[in-house]
């Protein structure tokens, strides 16, 4: 099976009575998610969708975005998640540079869309995602589709950290690819049970969980979203855990974590991902949950890169070794190979597991890939003997103050080692004298005494490494997905730390 579609509507076909989804301690058979996904695309071929047509998912309700995302797909029509957070002018942009013919929203993100529809001609229709749920004929009989493994079949945005938000368009052959990698490096199969609390408009709860869980024919609990001590108590149901740093800092700080963990028997892989992990925690977590945790490596543009093997070794703070199907090789400044062990440079990526292109964004895509086809991540690591991945930033948060390069990590590592220091952040701030000087917004545990701090920064790190300014915040800005959004702080810190985080 060649493409994302021949894998789906296989599952589908082959397990009608097997559940495929837990909600609300609602049993979904595959038999019965296939049938309210034909009446999705029913609909959808009622209204007229084309084959190519984008469709905007826009609502918090995650069975109904599911059951409509994979509507779309079967219809041969390109889904496009989106947060349901996003504000007025964010989706005027995403409208309107998708050209989206129709909108799944309900209560207030369908009330905003109503409000800027005329702003966003290309837009026919809002389409309430109760229709998911309907048990009335809501039109004609759904009509077959021929797709082809190089048709599209969903598109995600980028985070927009490097400027406007790129459209990420991925076709049936990659998205196969890269999941039955994924699906053979954590030997997921259809005995196994996954907890799902990741947002779905996002790659990781999307593809890396609800789609890999589809095609491997296994059951997936899908919660609404993650909360501590509910999620705790689900995971005992679940073989697989995947997750993000910030839902195992969580649990480390709930005094229940240690008690509930001896309840996980039938546990068998906890994966994380998004953001880097703190590697300092690793060994506290391997504790209590009796394994190794998971480190991978992956990207909107590429599914999973990287993965530590199941079977170990489990070297920590390391992100594992490149998938099947993944060329890796890393880059100096001046994009030549880095062939010594430990060398830090840009990882570059070449596999048929990669996107096809940013839509409508043709120079974009030519600058993303080298003549030899290699992807430019924009993520700094360095590879040990073993071939071992270790990253240490992105490219673009690289720190160079008096000509020496500065990688955040490095010394947010050393900073969360202080006893005080619950997490941090390392960014560059433009300075006259140096060029960029090294700035620390802390997250104190408790009261921080930033004389002992500077001394113990003193004694772990080399002189250029150490931070000429410290910040002091309750919490950190981050996205959805825990990565913190060191582009919020250089903005508000860069204007001289007058306005409060």
């Not at 039955?180 to 490096?185: G, H, V």
């Not at 433009?430 to 090294?438: A, I």
Request: hydrophobic share 40%.
């Amino acid at each position: 099976m060649q493409s994302f579609i021949e894998l789906l509507e296989y599952g589908f076909e082959k397990n009608k009575n097997k559940v495929a989804i837990v909600y609300h301690d609602k049993n979904i058979t595959f038999g019965q998610l296939k049938e309210k996904a034909e009446k999705v695309g029913a609909f959808l071929q009622q209204k007229g969708l084309k084959k190519g047509d984008r469709v905007v998912l826009y609502t918090p309700e995650k069975l109904p975005f599911l059951i409509a995302h994979l509507g779309i797909i079967l219809s041969g029509g390109i889904s496009l998640p989106l947060n349901f957070n996003f504000t007025r002018d964010e989706m005027i942009y995403f409208l309107n540079d998708s050209g989206a013919r129709f909108v799944f929203a309900s209560n207030s993100q369908a009330k905003l869309i109503k409000e800027i529809k005329e702003m966003c001609p290309a837009l026919k229709e809002i389409i309430d995602p109760d229709i998911t749920e309907t048990k009335t004929n809501i039109g004609k009989k759904f009509k077959e589709v021929i797709i082809n493994k190089e048709d599209y079949c969903f598109m995600l945005y980028s985070s927009g950290t490097t400027g406007q938000p790129k459209g990420v368009v991925h076709a049936h052959e990659n998205v196969a690819k890269s999941l039955l990698s994924l699906q053979k490096c954590w030997k997921f199969n259809s005995e196994d049970v996954l907890l799902n609390v990741l947002p779905l408009f996002h790659i990781h709860g999307l593809s890396f969980a609800a789609h890999l869980s589809l095609i491997s024919t296994s059951t997936m609990i899908l919660e609404d979203h993650f909360h501590p001590l509910k999620t705790m108590e689900k995971i005992k149901n679940a073989t697989v855990f995947m997750a993000v740093p910030t839902f195992y800092y969580a649990f480390l700080r709930r005094p229940e974590f240690k008690r509930k963990a001896k309840n996980w028997s039938k546990m068998r892989l906890f994966t994380c991902g998004s953001a880097p992990i703190r590697p300092e925690v690793l060994p506290e977590i391997k504790t209590i949950i009796d394994k190794n945790l998971i480190n991978r490596y992956g990207m909107t543009e590429s599914h999973v890169i990287t993965s530590l093997s199941l079977d170990g070794p489990f070297k920590q703070g390391a992100v594992g070794l490149p998938l099947d199907n993944i060329e890796m090789k890393l880059v100096d400044g001046n994009d030549k190979s880095i062939l010594k062990n430990n060398t830090v440079g840009e990882v570059k990526i070449k596999s048929e597991n990669l996107f096809s292109h940013y839509w409508r964004k043709p120079e974009a895509t030519k600058m993303a890939f080298d003549k030899e086809g290699f992807f430019y991540t924009g993520d700094l690591g360095y590879v040990d003997r073993d071939g071992f991945l270790t990253l240490v930033g992105r490219k673009k948060d690289l720190i160079i103050t008096n000509g020496y390069n500065v990688y955040p990590p490095i010394v947010e590592r050393v900073l969360n080692e202080f006893p005080s220091v619950r997490e941090s952040a390392v960014i560059g701030i433009p300075d006259e004298k140096r060029g960029e000087k090294v700035v620390a917004v802390v997250v104190p545990d408790d009261k921080i005494n930033i004389q002992e701090l500077k001394k113990h920064c003193q004694q772990k790190l080399v002189d250029y490494q150490r931070p000429l300014h410290f910040e002091i915040v309750e919490e950190l800005p981050r996205n959805t997905m825990g990565k913190i959004l060191k582009r919020t702080l250089k903005e508000k810190l860069t204007k001289g730390f007058k306005k409060p985080l």
